[in-house]
């Protein structure tokens, strides 16, 4: 933890996330908190004994905070006793990227990059569609994840991992010139953009977990949804929104996956495969960066159970390169 000395005697004070926190009760009886704090150096537990929330304010994971304690040692562990805490303001002019997992990319970056490219679109009636909806939702696409623990549930996972699949769509249509290339780029900048509705997020850019529309409908459905009220409010050509209403509802490929149809036609097939692709992508580097060289990773649930090895010819901590 990069903690900042005050005395002599092990206070210290800095900006820090809550991993977690439970109210605990003492054996005295009185209420505490047990915390786990983190930034971009690691993590350390945290106890602020005879907690009042009228005193000290009420606090929730992933909310960053300043804090100032005291570390000592508990069972071989640092540990560090709250003296003070407090919510952090925006006169203190802290990042959450600076404490959260994010994306390699900036959100800004990221939204310019696509909202041009869908600004450069021949075809009217995707330019105005796709154009549209993303300046809708600028403010949650800058910072809003992915997924809520599986591939990029991280600070811009969704821009990432929509970049991403833009990137590899524009490779494809060089190999086969008669894919529509402005279809299937609109498809992937919009196959996951009900993800803005499916996960509650905390202004970190971490999902908290499920909406109510999230678990009831899921991205998929509430996608189609989004892309049949903007056409119709914008008069998009109905057979150019029926086929982005499909590629959005088959784009995971099986119903056993989650997709309410299967792929139709090559676009479809093409968002569903490199959808699959980048995902598995992403899970797979997560896994063997964090394995020992010529060893293997624990079961992934994500990749059928598999164990991953790491062969270790290659660095794996370069980023993705997108620009």
């Given at each position: 933890m990069n903690f900042t000395p005050i005395d002599n005697n092990s206070l210290v004070e800095g900006f820090c996330i809550i991993k977690s926190v439970d109210k605990k009760t003492s054996s005295k009886g009185d209420t505490y908190l047990d915390m786990t704090l983190g930034d971009s150096d690691g993590e350390i537990n945290a106890k602020l004994w005879r907690y009042s929330a009228d005193i000290h304010g009420e606090y929730d994971a992933n909310q960053i905070v300043k804090v100032r304690g005291t570390i000592s040692q508990y069972n071989g562990t640092d540990q560090l006793r709250v003296e003070r805490i407090r919510p952090t303001t925006p006169e203190d002019n802290i990042k959450a990227e600076d404490?959260?997992?994010?994306?390699?990319?900036?959100?800004?970056?990221?939204?310019?990059?696509?909202?041009?490219?869908?600004?450069?679109?021949?075809?009217?009636?995707?330019?105005?569609?796709?154009?549209?909806?993303?300046?809708?939702?600028?403010?949650?696409?800058?910072?809003?994840?992915?997924?809520?623990?599986?591939?990029?549930?991280?600070?811009?996972?969704?821009?990432?991992?929509?970049?991403?699949?833009?990137?590899?769509?524009?490779?494809?249509?060089?190999?086969?010139p008669f894919v529509d290339r402005e279809l299937l780029i609109s498809g992937a900048i919009l196959h996951d953009i009900a993800k803005l509705s499916e996960f509650e997020v905390a202004d970190t850019g971490i999902a908290t977990g499920y909406s109510v529309q999230g678990n009831l409908l899921g991205h998929l459905a509430m996608g189609a949804m989004v892309i049949n009220k903007y056409a119709e409010k914008l008069g998009t050509e109905k057979k150019t929104a029926t086929l982005l209403e499909h590629m959005v509802l088959s784009h995971h490929g099986e119903p056993e996956f989650g997709a309410a149809v299967r792929p139709s036609f090559i676009e479809a097939e093409l968002l569903s495969e490199l959808d699959l692709m980048d995902s598995r992508v992403f899970e797979m580097r997560e896994a063997v960066a964090n394995t020992q060289a010529d060893d293997f990773s624990g079961k992934l649930w994500a990749m059928d159970n598999r164990k991953l090895f790491n062969h270790n010819r290659v660095e794996l901590d370069k980023p993705t390169k997108l620009f």
């Amino acid at each position: 933890m990069n903690f900042t000395p005050i005395d002599n005697n092990s206070l210290v004070e800095g900006f820090c996330i809550i991993k977690s926190v439970d109210k605990k009760t003492s054996s005295k009886g009185d209420t505490y908190l047990d915390m786990t704090l983190g930034d971009s150096d690691g993590e350390i537990n945290a106890k602020l004994w005879r907690y009042s929330a009228d005193i000290h304010g009420e606090y929730d994971a992933n909310q960053i905070v300043k804090v100032r304690g005291t570390i000592s040692q508990y069972n071989g562990t640092d540990q560090l006793r709250v003296e003070r805490i407090r919510p952090t303001t925006p006169e203190d002019n802290i990042k959450a990227e600076d404490f959260v997992k994010s994306a390699d990319y900036s959100g800004e970056e990221m939204y310019d990059e696509l909202l041009n490219i869908s600004l450069s679109f021949s075809d009217e009636n995707l330019k105005m569609l796709v154009s549209e909806i993303l300046k809708d939702n600028r403010l949650k696409l800058l910072y809003w994840p992915a997924a809520f623990k599986l591939h990029h549930a991280l600070r811009g996972g969704l821009l990432f991992h929509t970049l991403s699949i833009v990137r590899l769509a524009q490779s494809v249509c060089e190999i086969y010139p008669f894919v529509d290339r402005e279809l299937l780029i609109s498809g992937a900048i919009l196959h996951d953009i009900a993800k803005l509705s499916e996960f509650e997020v905390a202004d970190t850019g971490i999902a908290t977990g499920y909406s109510v529309q999230g678990n009831l409908l899921g991205h998929l459905a509430m996608g189609a949804m989004v892309i049949n009220k903007y056409a119709e409010k914008l008069g998009t050509e109905k057979k150019t929104a029926t086929l982005l209403e499909h590629m959005v509802l088959s784009h995971h490929g099986e119903p056993e996956f989650g997709a309410a149809v299967r792929p139709s036609f090559i676009e479809a097939e093409l968002l569903s495969e490199l959808d699959l692709m980048d995902s598995r992508v992403f899970e797979m580097r997560e896994a063997v960066a964090n394995t020992q060289a010529d060893d293997f990773s624990g079961k992934l649930w994500a990749m059928d159970n598999r164990k991953l090895f790491n062969h270790n010819r290659v660095e794996l901590d370069k980023p993705t390169k997108l620009f």
